[in-house]
Structure formats: C-alpha cells, structure tokens
C-alpha cells in the first residue's frame, strides 16, 4: 500500500486526495490528522478506528473504514448529486430521446 497521498493544487489552496475515500479535501486540520499519518482523512480515520474496536484486523478494518467513509461520502453528497442528474436530464431530453429511438430500432433489428 502507498504511504503518500496525492497533492493538488486549486486557487484556494492546497488539497490532498485521501487513499480509503479517493476524496480530494483542502489541506487543513479540519480534514487531515496529521499526527496519525497523511494517508486517511479524518471521517476515514475515525471509521477505520471504529472498525479497529469492533475487532475488526488489517484488512476487514481497512475494508470496513472504506464502506463507511463511501456512506458519509455518500449521504454527504446525495441531495446535490441527485440535482445534478435531474438537472442533466431536463436539459438533454432530446438526446435522451434520440438515444432511446436508435435503441428501439437497434433492438427490433437485432
Ligand atoms: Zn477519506
């Protein structure tokens, strides 16, 4: 496993990509431990830790961590995410349809 996360650089400062969620997140204490190490940010940290006690080992822990940092992920991002799509559908109804027509006819062909 790598020991090191990815850095990148946005106009608001620096921010790393946590190895268990694969989130990019700005590179400040609010997010990062780095006491414990720059590999897992913190929600990760704490599922991991959560897993740890449960006796949960290695890694089931680390398996266990990434489930539950994904939900948080998840949870977090539902509401805007759902936005997104519905707002991608609205505004692309005719291609939607147009996809839909060549797929119909390509089934029928078949
Ligand atoms: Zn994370």
Redesign the pocket.
Known sequence: MRRHVDIRYRPDGFEAK?L??A?W?PLTLDYWYPKHGMV??K??LRAYRAAWERGKRHDEAWAEGVRE?RRVVYRANRTERLAKVQAWRANNRERIAAYMRGYRARRRAA
Do not use: P, S, T
């Open positions: 946590c268990m969620c989130e997140h897992r940010c929600a990760c940092c």
